[in-house]
Every structure is written in C-alpha cells, then in structure tokens.
C-alpha cells in the first residue's frame, strides 16, 4: 500500500519508485489499484509540460460545474467522470523483480478532487518463472 | 458469469452485488470482463444523479448519428467509441473472500447499445494468501 | 512478444491471430501490455469503416498541434494523451487454450505516433483449469 499527499484539485503523481520497491524479488504481475472514485491510474511519460496538457485537456473535455445532477449533492460530479474515463487502475508485467515498463513509461496517480490524502494498492500475484 | 438485461440504449447498471457473491471464500484476482463491443465496466460510485451524468457526458463527446462510416453497416458507431474509450473489463482484488473496492466504488456495466441481454465475465485467479 | 509496424501516423491494427498462437495449450489469463506511451491496446469490432471512426474521434477530441507544452520538445502531446485516455494493456481470460474473446471482439493495437516498430508483450499468467 502506498500513501499520496496531493496538494491541488487537479495533479498528476509520479508514484513508480514507490511500486519499484514493492515489487522487488517478486515474480508475475502487479495490479496498483486505487480505492477512490475520483483518481486515476495510468501509465505515460511524467514530462512535466505533458502532466499539465493531461490536466488541461481533460479539463476542457470535462468542465468542473457544468449543471451536473451529482454537483447538487457533491461538487466534483466532474472528477468522478474524468476518474472514469482513465480508469482506476493499471497492470504490468513483473520479471526477476523488475517492472516491465517501457524505456519512457512512468505510473501516473491522477487526483481529480485533491488536495486530500489518497492510497493505491499494490497487489503482486506470483507465478513461476517462464 | 453473470447476465444482464439492459432496458434503454444507454444505461448503466450496478452488478457489484453478483460478482460479490462469486468471490466468495476465494483469494487473489478477479477479472470482471464484458465480451461485447458496445457495453463497458467501470469502477465508480453509483450515485443516480452521477450516473446520469456520465451518460450524459459520453454522448455529447460521441454523439449518435454523427456521420460515422460504420453507421452505413450498423447504426451504432458511438457505441463502440464510447465502449473504446471506458474499456471492457475491470480488474479487482479479492481478500478473504472479499472484493478490495474502497467504500464509495461499485462495479458498473455501461450499455451503449440497449436494451440487450447481456453477458458478463466473473473470472477469478486464485492465490494462496500472503 | 510481438513486433508490429505501423505505416501511418494514426493507424489501428488488429493482433488477434497473433495472440491466439501465443495463448495456445494454456489456461489462465493474458496481459497484452503495450511498453510505449504513444500506442494504446482495446478490444473492439475491427470493421474498417468503424476504425477509421475512432481515430477521427479521437483527433477530434484531441486535436494534434493543439498548443500542448509537451509540443515544445517533442511534437506529440496529442499522441500522450491519446494513449492515456484508451490504456495500454488488456486482460482477456483464456481456457483451453482459447482467449475468451466475444463474437466480435477483436484486440487491437493503436498507433498514434507512427509509423514505427512497434513491440507489445504477451505475457500468461497460468492457473490450473476450474
């Protein structure tokens, strides 16, 4: 399990050092999955210009405070639908310990509704060696 | 595996319950995988107004009739964008016999292409406790 | 592992023959997982007018040269974001040695940055039969 502290509404969290050190010695797949309704999972490059076009397109596409039905409950009807079209959650493969992440690939926690205090699961199901 | 009968052309319905069941007295990783091209799952609150929301949504980004080649074949193109874009299946994992969801999230089935019968895929891989 | 080559910018492939040899004699579950950040994996209809659909919609939604930061040191965000919004990698259940694939599931590889070499890894996770 992995804590994340974010401190905007809208930020994009470099978290795969922190699965790196879960997955050591560990052979099969990983799954990091996050419990929220308003993050998100993914794998991209963290180049931090790209991290702010993510949060910018997303935002256009999907407007805080557009006359959602959920807003008069909650106001973040807007966070749940983007969370939901990233998804909440990514697998990779897992070999000799390692991540099997591309040479540009990084995991990503995407805080739609922060800033608060989040977790992300991070199961590893063993196999056997190839 | 579970079966669904969808009632409008888009809907989206809450099958956390059934695959709940499933899981039961089981350990490690469960795939929760829709074998159609025109429904989704996705993991959020299923709050009816949110829900509305997300339908909404998703059909002013792809809306129906929008002059797409595959209508010429079959008159649902924006279903299967829409299915594209939220994905077909979940992963999620299981615990002592129970689903690892955080407190606000549900397993949703989204119809693009109602009202069908429909099926949905309950596959869990097993792994003994850590 | 899987090597494809993309001929165009935007192009989508279907790799479907390709995984069911690899998935032959097992039982368990396949990860299809793209390592790069300008290509994403989903299981869909492979009707080429409905291809051609996607990609048109996508490029609508996020526009290529759209005054994305990342543009500024590689000419590409739209193709990050692209990517970030299908995901890499799909799960499919496989017994007997079948992907558990729908009538008209296909799985299929998208190109946004193309055209290039391309690999994507297919790795099974056995379990004994049910």
New interface residues.
């Given amino acids: 399990m992995i804590e994340i502290r974010s401190r905007k509404r809208e930020e994009i969290i470099d978290i795969t050092d922190r699965v790196k050190e879960l997955v050591k010695g560990k052979n099969?797949?990983v799954?990091v999955?996050?419990?929220?309704?308003t993050t998100a999972v993914?794998?991209?490059?963290a180049?931090?210009?790209?991290l702010?076009?993510?949060i910018s397109?997303i935002n256009e596409?999907?407007p805080k405070g557009a006359g959602?039905?959920?807003d008069?409950?909650d106001d973040n009807?807007d966070s749940?639908?983007k969370?939901?079209?990233?998804?909440?959650?990514?697998?990779?493969?897992v070999e000799d310990g390692r991540l099997?992440?591309?040479?540009?690939?990084r995991i990503l926690f995407l805080e739609f509704d922060g800033p608060r205090t989040r977790r992300v699961?991070v199961?590893i199901?063993?196999?056997k060696k190839d």
């Fill in positions: 099969g797949l799954v999955y996050s419990p929220h309704t993914i794998i991209n490059e180049e931090s210009g790209l702010q076009d993510i397109k596409l999907v959602y039905l959920h008069r409950i009807a749940h639908i969370a939901s079209l990233f998804g909440n959650s990514v697998v990779i493969p099997m992440l591309g040479t540009w690939q699961f199961k199901y063993e196999t």
